[in-house]
Nanobody
Framework: QLQASGGGLVQAGGSLRLSCAAS????????LGWFRQAPGKEREFVAA???????YYADSVKGRFTISRDNAKNTVYLQMNSLKPEDTAVYSC????????????????????WGQGTLVTVSS
């Protein structure tokens, strides 16, 4: 089970940190991802981090967002800086068991577990 939190309303240029806590003893073997879905748009990949620590970002957030994980706390984070109105969306976290999948983490089909979303609204 994944539980995302940390969303809210922020002005353009501001920062937010999203958290996603997992209730899974083997958390450290999972690859983790963040996706977002804006109103009227399809879900899109934001960032991912492998169990080994490798990270991947969508071009639209590269240099502004940072994904990290704390295996001791079973938590993955998304630090979002220099936020833009176009970052407004519901952000969801997802987990992929690295024992069974080691491919591309930028598409939703890579993930078996999804948390509920947290809304991020960036005002101009």
């Amino acid at each position: 089970q994944l539980q995302a939190s940390g969303g809210g309303l922020v002005q353009a240029g501001g920062s937010l940190r999203l958290s996603c806590a997992a209730s899974e003893r083997t958390f450290n073997r999972y690859d983790l991802g963040w996706f977002r879905q804006a109103p009227g748009k399809e879900r899109e990949f934001v960032a991912a981090i492998r169990w080994s620590g490798g990270t991947y970002y969508a071009d639209s957030v590269k240099g502004r967002f940072t994904i990290s994980r704390d295996n001791a706390k079973n938590t993955v984070y998304l630090q979002m800086n220099s936020l833009k109105p176009e970052d407004t969306a519901v952000y969801s976290c997802a987990a992929s068991d690295a024992l069974y999948y080691s491919g591309d983490l930028s598409h939703g089909q890579a993930y078996s577990y999804w948390g509920q979303g947290t809304l991020v609204t960036v005002s101009s």
